[in-house]
């Protein structure tokens, strides 16, 4: 089982260039999650999305943008990179969106912006 | 504002003792909780969760109590085994964030058990 496989697992880039993280998940899961853990915090959310064609804004929405056209997949796109968005950045997905809690993570990719 | 708050970034137990990690949540609203367990470049995974209706919640050697008063969690590992020491993730969720399961992580508390 391959679950959620984010790609890549580490990048560098400059400020103000623009790069896109692939997220897929083979469970057939409704949602799907970005999150970024800075060094020392808990995760935060970006975006979600509850199915194909639907996203929504989580807490720490600026700089990025995603898109989601098939269950499979949810790309994180980061537009004008900046050094604040020097981060390890996580997809999660889950069955449901009432509490069964349970969201399974990819392992991460770790980006950072000189 | 940290609406889940994880005190100690550290915890150290000898193999065999009890572990504890201790969580604090803010918003009365959250009404179901969970932790996760996450190893060195891996992605954090579920441990076990509880909802507020509950106060005990109990899956092997991990136990979770819940002090809705206090607003108040903790996990309990007992006996503590080498393979334990990773960091340790509380995350709180409810209804009113409007659905889509989205949690609200603590900073986490990296526990080590020594031999």
């Known amino acids: 089982n391959a679950g959620v496989t984010q790609t890549p697992k580490f990048r560098i880039l400059k400020i103000g260039q623009s790069m896109t993280l692939q997220c897929a998940q083979d469970m057939n899961h409704n949602y799907m999650y970005w999150y970024r853990q800075d060094p020392g915090m808990g995760l935060k959310l970006i975006y979600y999305?509850?199915?194909?064609?639907?996203?929504d804004k989580g807490e720490v929405p600026n700089g990025y943008n995603v898109s989601r056209s098939t269950t499979e997949d949810f790309p994180l796109r980061l537009e004008l990179a900046a050094p604040s968005q020097t981060s390890v950045y996580f997809c999660a997905s889950s069955y449901g969106g009432g509490n069964t809690g349970e969201l399974f993570f990819g392992e991460g990719s770790r980006l950072t912006v000189l | 504002d940290q609406q889940v708050k994880q005190n100690s970034p550290s915890l150290s137990v000898q193999e065999g003792r009890i572990s504890i990690l201790n969580c604090d949540y803010t918003?009365?609203?959250?009404?179901?909780f969970l932790w996760y367990k996450k190893y060195p470049a891996e992605g954090p995974t579920f441990l076990i969760s509880?909802?507020?209706?509950?106060d005990k919640n109990e899956d092997g050697r991990f136990t979770v109590f819940l002090n809705k008063s206090a607003k108040h969690l903790s996990l309990h590992i007992v006996p503590s085994q080498p393979g334990d020491s990773a960091v340790y993730f509380c995350a709180a969720t409810g209804a009113f964030t409007g659905g889509g399961n989205k949690l609200t992580f603590g900073t986490g508390t990296q526990l080590k058990v020594e031999l």
């Open positions: 999305s509850v199915g194909a064609g639907i996203t």
């Open positions: 509880i909802s507020s209706i509950k």
């Open positions: 918003n009365s609203m959250f009404d179901y």
